[in-house]
């Protein structure tokens, strides 16, 4: 089994905010983030997902937007107002 780092989510996402990446798996660890991780990639395969303006998120915006919809208050503040 592969372990997961920042940089392999970096290249799997396309992602280039490799710290904000490693900062969620600092926050919410290997295990839930691999699971966020399989459900991005199904959303990717199922058509994606738009912005509020109607355009298609990147695979590193369906990830991070996965990650604000099932964290915690606590964990998105932790994660996306520092």
């Known amino acids: 089994m592969e372990i997961l780092t920042a940089q392999k989510l970096s290249e799997v996402l396309r992602e280039p905010q490799v710290r ?3 900062k969620v798996l600092t926050v919410l660890g290997p295990g839930r983030v691999a699971g966020l991780l399989a459900e991005t990639l199904l959303t990717e395969q199922q058509g994606g997902m738009l ?3 109607g355009e298609r998120r990147t695979v590193g915006g369906v990830f991070f937007q ?3 919809q099932r964290v ?3 964990e998105r503040k932790q994660l996306f107002h520092s």
């Open 20 to 22: 904000r990446l490693r």
């Open 72 to 74: 915690t208050p606590q």
């Open 51 to 53: 912005t509020a303006t």
């Open 66 to 68: 996965t990650v604000r």
